[in-house]
């Protein structure tokens, strides 16, 4: 069954899912196109945005979202994830998943009947890809030529840009300390696509460089969920790399600031950048839904 588990699960339509968010958030679309569809939403972890706009998109669409704490769920009592993804399928069209884990989210998706589509893993969170995605059309016109920089912990969410980005025609810098660099695999995968796109990927912990040029100043949490053990040390270590409106005027006139969101004021951004006219943080935060309707409409459809 097909899963959006990665961005390169959807390396080829990328252009047509967000095409269709543009047409979905525009109302040009049919009414209620998922009525009588159900979808499971397993969270392993704390979620505001993605809980409610999966919630919200599928009642849109004319179907519903049931929610599961994996708190409350047998799997998270030792239930193995063969016997619930077998299971689940059996009782609904969809399966959402916010995990601990990334290997959890692949054999999930290898057992399910139905598409798994990731809410974010420990590697990447394409949902919010495509979310920023429709943000950046909407505020700079068009993503072919434009360049996004991608400032602090080489996560979840700069892997997912690290992908999406190139397939859209932009080019993509990485300004994080040694030691904090995205995954491996996933910045080779970039640059492949970066090479067949004719756009550039680089990584750099010198800031100057990697904000040469730049339409999208983006940031995130310097402690993922997860990390709060190293909390102490990345504080140390992210220091330099804080947006703030020194770092901010090295970016093309004109340029976004965006953020997934939840931030913290102070620490990876400075309340004068956030809050400030640059930031699209909003529209970025409602177009999770307005992508997301998309991504259910083309999986569960
Ligand atoms: N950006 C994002 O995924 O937010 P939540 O953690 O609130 O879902
Ligand atoms: N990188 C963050 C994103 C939260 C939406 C985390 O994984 O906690």
Redesign the pocket.
Known sequence: MDSLLSVSDIKEDVKYILDLASKIKAGEMEEKPLEGKTLAMIFQ?SST??RLSFDVGMYQLGGRAIFLSSNDLQMGRGEPILDTAKVLSRFVDGIMIRAIKHSDVEELAEHSDVPVISG?T?LE?PC?ALADMLTIKEHLGDWEGKKICFVG?G???CNSLLLIAPLLGMDMSVACPKGYEPNEAILETAKEYASENGTEITVSDDIGVALENVDVVYT??WV???DEAEAAQRKLDFAPFQVNADLMSLANDGAIFMH???AIRGQEVTSEVIDGPQSVIYDEAENRMHAQKAVLYYYLK
């Open positions: 972890k945005r993605t974010l420990d969170h919010q912990d996560n979840n969410v995130d949490v993922s969920m997860g997934c969101l939840p």
